[in-house]
């Protein structure tokens, strides 16, 4: 056979299977598209209705403007800003535990350690991303509470600062990993030009590594935040259940995961008002973490920096 009539065969072949899987592949992923547009489009019916429903017995106003949430006392008291502080208490200690730790293994990782240091201690750090967080909530409320006891005589039992502390070890991983892939990313020239002009290592990361990754540091913050913003087990174990909006780091508390999960166990009869709070607990937290995404899209698209 002569290679013209071997390539003439080729190309028929490849032409039969690739129209087959021309038809086959598009419709699959459509199919799949699908499924996660449709999912999120019944979540948002689906709060967005029952939300209403709340709202037509319970006043707006009330619910975003008042801090008292009693759920139990006779019709109820429904503010929200008793469970909105809760949960950004415990998301701003666990920032102030996160970021930097995150961001500082991430930086030594990136530019300091060596590739065999590399292998090990990243898989390691990585380890904490796998832990139950019903095992974090446990150390948190028989290692760190205890720790914290024997510093300040004014800790509870249950008190945001414990809970927040081991919600930011747990985010850490997710800060450091992220992070570090961002500053790797940056090219070695870029480096090499700004020690080449007499730079040290550290001002080189500082001032190339760093605002050349900024907008993939920023994704990893705004990933690690909303991780801590939707955690349940730790807050429910290690916080309380108290709404509480104070400023008061040492009381117990209740996050809106953690009325969500406390409710959902069996405590509401359908059709209360207390059943339809979930749901506009559930669209607050939800409007939340929209709001903070929007955000960081700003910065990741303001600082995007393209090679």
Do not use: H
């Not at 996160?98 to 090990?120: D, F, M, N, Q």
Request: glycine share 8%; hydrophobic share 50%.
């Amino acid at each position: 056979m002569s290679n013209n009539k071997i390539r003439d065969q080729i190309v028929k072949n490849t032409r039969n299977k690739s129209n087959v899987f021309e038809k086959i592949i598009p419709v699959i992923l459509i199919l799949i598209t699908l499924v996660s547009v449709l999912a999120t489009i019944g979540i948002l019916v689906t709060l967005i209705t029952e939300s209403l429903e709340f709202f037509s017995r319970v006043p707006i106003t009330e619910f975003l403007t008042s801090a008292t949430w009693q759920p139990y006392v006779g019709d109820g008291e429904w503010g929200i800003w008793a469970l909105i502080m809760g949960t950004l208490k415990i998301v701003i200690i666990a920032v102030i535990i996160a970021v930097p730790i995150g961001l500082g293994a991430a930086i030594y990782l990136s530019e300091y350690a060596t590739e065999k240091v590399r292998r090990i201690i990243k898989p390691i750090l990585e380890v904490l991303a796998g832990i139950p967080t019903v095992v974090y909530g446990f150390f948190a409320i028989n290692f760190v509470n205890p720790i914290l006891q024997s510093i300040y005589s004014g800790f509870g039992l249950y008190n945001a600062v414990s809970a927040g502390i081991v919600v930011g070890i747990m985010i850490i991983p997710m800060i450091a990993s992220l992070s570090e892939d961002a500053m790797s990313s940056v090219p070695a020239s870029m480096r090499e030009g700004s020690l080449g002009m007499g730079a040290t290592r550290l001002e080189t990361t500082i001032r190339v590594v760093i605002p050349a990754a900024f907008s993939g540091i920023i994704a990893s913050f705004v990933l690690a935040i909303s991780r801590a913003i939707g955690e349940t087990m730790i807050v429910s174990i290690a916080a309380g259940s108290t709404p509480n909006a104070s400023f008061d780091v040492t009381e117990p508390l209740q996050t809106m995961t953690g009325f969500i999960v406390q409710i959902t166990s069996g405590d509401a009869a359908f059709g209360t008002n207390l059943y339809y709070s979930l749901f506009a607990v559930g669209m607050a937290l939800f409007v939340m973490t929209l709001l903070m995404n929007i955000i960081a899209a700003w910065f990741t698209n303001r600082y995007k920096e393209d090679y």
